[in-house]
T-cell receptor, first 110, second 111 residues
Framework: DAKTTQPNSMESNEEEPVHLPCNHS???????IHWYRQLPSQGPEYVIHGLTSNVNNRMASLAIAEDRKSSTLILHRATLRDAAVYYC???????????FGTGTRLTIIP | DAGITQSPRHKVTETGTPVTLRCHQT?????MYWYRQDPGHGLRLIHYSYGVKDTDKGEVSDGYSVSRSKTEDFLLTLESATSSQTSVYFCAISDHSGEQYFGPGTRLTVT
């Protein structure tokens, strides 16, 4: 499975945008890029995924580099409820297996 | 929210006893997964299923077995629980969209 690299932790002020980076230099042409987050004491929650084009949904935006070797999850206006561990994952093609790393722990400062 | 439940939600058991955790879904999704999560770690895949009676091992399958006799149920069994299996266990489901939906988790303590 292709590996991803994320910073261990980030901080952001409430109501400001947050850009969470992810490097995946060994990505293959068929690998989708998925983002999940895990709030304290809860199971992971799907956030967004994409292949080549930038993607938007009600939770976030996903910006994918042209060479696909990196991507950025964008939270447009962080709230305290966005404090979580964010995982960037490249699912295994065919059986959709996810390999979770340690993710990025996002702290929101009021 | 996706219709996925886990039972029990909490369990304390003694070393050497068998334990079965149940995952139940109402979404008719093909894929089901069992993960464990330990402090300071991300989730690690134990076993997964890609259909009724079709299962395969994940990265930390030793000491665990699974069964899926119906689409909606995926059972995880610890044949003889050990203290190293104290963990939080998450079940997940997915269809061909690739999005996984997770259950609320089961906290298992082996004393």
């Amino acid at each position: 499975d292709a590996k991803t690299t994320q910073p261990n932790s980030m901080e952001s002020n409430e109501e400001e945008p947050v850009h969470l980076p992810c490097n995946h230099s060994t990505i293959s042409g068929t690998d989708y890029i998925h983002w999940y987050r895990q709030l304290p004491s809860q199971g992971p929650e799907y956030v967004i995924h994409g292949l080549t084009s930038n993607v938007n949904n009600r939770m976030a935006s996903l910006a994918i580099a042209e060479d696909r070797k990196s991507s950025t999850l964008i939270l447009h206006r962080a709230t305290l409820r966005d404090a979580a561990v964010y995982y960037c994952i490249l699912p295994n093609f065919g059986n959709e297996k996810l390999t979770f790393g340690t993710g990025t722990r996002l702290t929101i400062i009021p | 929210d996706a219709g996925i439940t886990q039972s029990p939600r909490h369990k304390v058991t003694e070393t050497g006893t068998p334990v079965t955790l149940r995952c139940h879904q109402t979404e008719n999704h093909r894929y089901m997964y069992w993960y464990r999560q330990d402090p300071g770690h991300g989730l690690r895949l134990i076993h997964y299923s890609y259909g009724v009676k079709d299962t395969d091992k994940g990265e930390v399958s030793d000491g665990y077995s699974v069964s899926r006799s119906k689409t909606e149920d995926f059972l995880l069994t610890l044949e003889s629980a050990t203290s190293s299996q104290t963990s939080v266990y998450f079940c997940a489901i997915s269809d061909h969209s690739g999005e996984q939906y997770f259950g609320p988790g089961t906290r298992l303590t082996v004393t």
